[in-house]
């Protein structure tokens, strides 16, 4: 026997590759293998930047005399949950069903039929606060295997019934309206964090999904109330220690809440969810920070997460070297005075500290404080403080890096697409929609088959195993859109469509309204997952809904808005229940609520009117409009000089040009308003005050 995890694409996985654990990869073969010696699986989740999962490893995989008996009495199976996020969700579900929490690293112990019966996350190496050692576990589920068999069996069947009782139906009749946003943004304000921003208590998440409900529920509705939460929430996020002062970018979450001490990995889909919330919010009030804040972001995503092939990889770690060859959480990211001073000298040190909030006693461990901005930015030397950055930032670069996971995750790639694109359209920066397109280039090269299947991953521009869930199709369609409102190139547009009908064809249920999380010809586990609740993404559910719904409107498909409707009756049943955690279904209702709006923008190539039209409409904070943009009857040519038009974008056909001048057209509910060719109409119109 040896460790079958070498030739894995998953980073995560070839981590444990020289583990002296005898581990599987996810396969029919383990299982098999399970049966034939009549022994438990041992299946141990985690992912790549998982600060426990690194110490449990070890503490216990690396470890000569645990992984013997492991390798006597177990099949050990390792699970990287962002590759095969369909296997963490069914298993996950049974942990917290079970222990009331669940968490990373996950350790499930299974039948060779993949039925769960004993479930933990983290085990310590001995026993500690209560909690039984990982030998003595191990010792004790071996045992009952033995002598208990018909017992584990029980547990295993009843877990595998209960679980296979949970399916969802569409949650509600009919769709989400007025009286339930009004709901859920009453249940938001109760959890709202007045004097802190966010909401809720510590570990306190960045709430991205709920920022956009709220964003968009203030321009449809004009309630302050909704603005001055997500402003508040913004401000207070960017001034923490959450937040990458030097660098840009933001962290995990915040074990405290004054987002002051964040758990340190940086994720790609919290900064590209984050980026395009601030683009957004600066969209909303022409906000100095969010505008800084959106920029900072896209440039750490393109900077530190951009990959050679032109995607977008998955993580950097949360620990690194700390310059003694011992590994630490934070140690890329924290200061001590005696460092200020080591760069900047006494003077400006004693500057950077009161600036940054950098103290004697430290705001982390061991005297080291994460960088914040305490006092905001009020007056101070704006020279002064860019200097000090740029010396900090330079010194930083000189410190052993945090270990990247280089894995490409189609839907987290979605999401980076989405924020890239419209950051580099509002700010101006053609860069940061190049990269975008880079990144669509490489899903569509890499990640799509020819008939329109998605995988999940690829590392190195060699695609991974497995299948894409919901949350590819839904996130990948959404960073689509996005782009072809941008671009004006409607190719993407009719990408979104491939991707959209897949959605149909394999991910909604045969009642019609629900949506599972892996399609219907995909590996068949103890239950099919379904999950309308966002994590730390938009769910599969929600993010296919808001796709749909927006392709509908480019459109005028009605079997993809019937699809949308009825994937938003769980809105209606859940949004004012659990606002929290279904922002981004929230966010989608917003735009059924308002239409969504249809604008289409026609002019000649390269005209300036086209462009600036075009622009006006993609700063519409109308919730959920779509912009299409390119030249009547479908010649290349438009607001680029490269965009193709008409037949390419259905909501261009018909819309000539008025009295040979650019034009924009504007559209909702069947009801269009008259074509305008000047901007300042158009911003009247659309409420875009810049």
């Known amino acids: 026997m040896a460790n079958r995890l070498a030739h894995e694409t998953s980073p995560y996985l070839l981590q444990h590759a020289d583990n002296p654990v005898d581990w599987w990869p996810w396969s029919p073969e383990a299982f098999a293998e399970a049966r034939r010696r009549d022994v438990p699986v041992l299946l141990s989740v985690g992912y790549s930047s998982c600060h426990w999962c690194h110490v449990m490893a070890g503490e216990s995989f690396e470890d000569l005399t645990t992984a013997k008996y492991m390798n006597a009495h177990f099949v050990s199976v390792k699970v990287d949950r962002e590759e095969r996020p369909d296997v963490d969700a069914v298993y996950m579900e049974a942990v917290q069903a079970a222990t ?82 009004t709901q859920a943004l009453l249940g938001l304000t109760r959890e709202y964090d007045a004097g802190h921003g966010g909401f809720g208590g510590a570990p306190k998440f960045p709430p991205s999904m709920v920022v956009e409900f709220l964003l968009r529920h ?34 995990r979450y915040s074990v405290d809440r004054e987002w002051v001490v964040p758990h340190f990995e940086k994720m790609l889909y919290d900064n590209a969810l984050l980026c395009r919330t601030y683009a957004h919010l600066w969209r909303s009030t022409g906000s100095d920070l969010a505008r800084r804040v959106a920029l900072e972001t896209a440039d750490f995503l393109v900077r530190e997460l951009r990959t050679p092939e032109g995607g977008f990889a998955s993580a950097l770690d949360a620990d690194s070297d700390d310059g003694s ?21 006494d003077a400006d040190a004693a500057f950077a500290g009161q600036y940054y909030g950098v103290t004697e006693d430290g705001t982390f461990e061991e005297g080291a404080s994460v960088l914040q901005l305490p006092l905001g930015e009020g007056l101070v030397d704006a020279e002064r403080v860019e200097s000090v950055r740029t010396r900090l930032l330079a010194a930083r670069e000189e410190r052993p890096r945090p270990g990247r996971d280089d894995k490409v995750v189609a839907a987290w790639n979605g999401l980076a697409i989405a924020a890239l694109a419209e950051t580099g359209a509002y700010f101006d ?179 300036e009117r086209t462009a600036e039209l075009h622009r006006t409409a993609l700063l519409a904070t109308a919730p959920g409009a779509v912009v299409a943009a390119g030249v009547p009857g479908g010649a290349p040519g438009g607001a680029s000089g490269e965009v193709p038009g008409g037949d390419e974008f259905p909501l261009l056909t018909g819309r000539p040009l008025v009295d040979g001048a650019a034009a924009a057209y504007v559209c909702r509910r069947f009801v269009c308003s008259a074509p305008t060719t000047e901007v300042s109409e158009l911003k009247n119109e659309l409420n875009v005050f810049e």
């Open 100 to 181: 009331g929490q669940g968490g990373w690293p996950m350790t499930v112990f299974l039948t060779p039929d993949a039925e769960p019966f004993y479930f933990g996350t983290y085990f310590p190496p001995a026993p500690r606060h209560g909690m039984a050692s990982f030998p003595q576990v191990l010792e004790g589920v071996s045992a009952a295997w033995t002598d208990r068999r018909e017992e584990v069996a029980e547990v295993g069947a009843r877990i595998v019934g209960e679980l296979a009782g949970r399916s969802l139906a569409h949650g509600g009749d009919g769709v989400p309206g007025e009286e339930e946003a």
């Open 429 to 607: 920066r053609p860069d940061l929609v190049e990269r975008a397109t880079e990144a669509a280039d490489l899903l569509v090269r890499v990640h799509l088959d020819d008939s329109a299947r998605l995988a999940r991953t690829s590392k190195d521009g060699r695609t991974g195993a497995n299948a894409g869930v919901l949350e590819d199709y839904g996130d990948v369609a959404e960073g689509f859109l996005a782009l072809a409102a941008v671009t004006g190139e409607g190719a993407w547009l009719e990408f979104a469509g491939f991707l959209l009908d897949i959605v149909l064809d394999k991910f909604v249920a045969e009642s019609g309204g629900a949506l599972f999380d892996t399609a219907d010809d995909a590996e068949q586990l103890i239950r099919r997952p379904q999950d309308p609740m966002d994590n730390a993404t938009p769910s599969g559910w929600t993010a296919a809904a808001g796709a749909l719904l927006s392709y509908a409107a480019h459109t005028g498909s009605e079997a993809h808005r019937n699809a949308a409707e009825g994937a938003l009756g769980v809105v209606k049943a859940l949004g004012p229940r659990a606002p929290r955690f279904i922002g981004w279904g929230l966010a989608v209702a917003e735009a059924l609520l308002d239409g969504p709006r249809e604008i289409a923008v026609v002019g000649p190539a390269g005209d």
């Open 218 to 251: 203030h321009a449809r509705t004009g309630s302050e109330g909704a603005l001055q939460m997500a402003a508040h929430t913004c401000e207070a996020m960017a001034r923490g220690g959450i937040y990458d002062q030097l660098g840009g970018g933001f962290a």
């Open 325 to 345: 060859g011992k590994h630490a959480e934070g140690a890329f990211y924290v200061w001590t005075p005696e460092q200020l001073r080591e760069v900047l000298g």
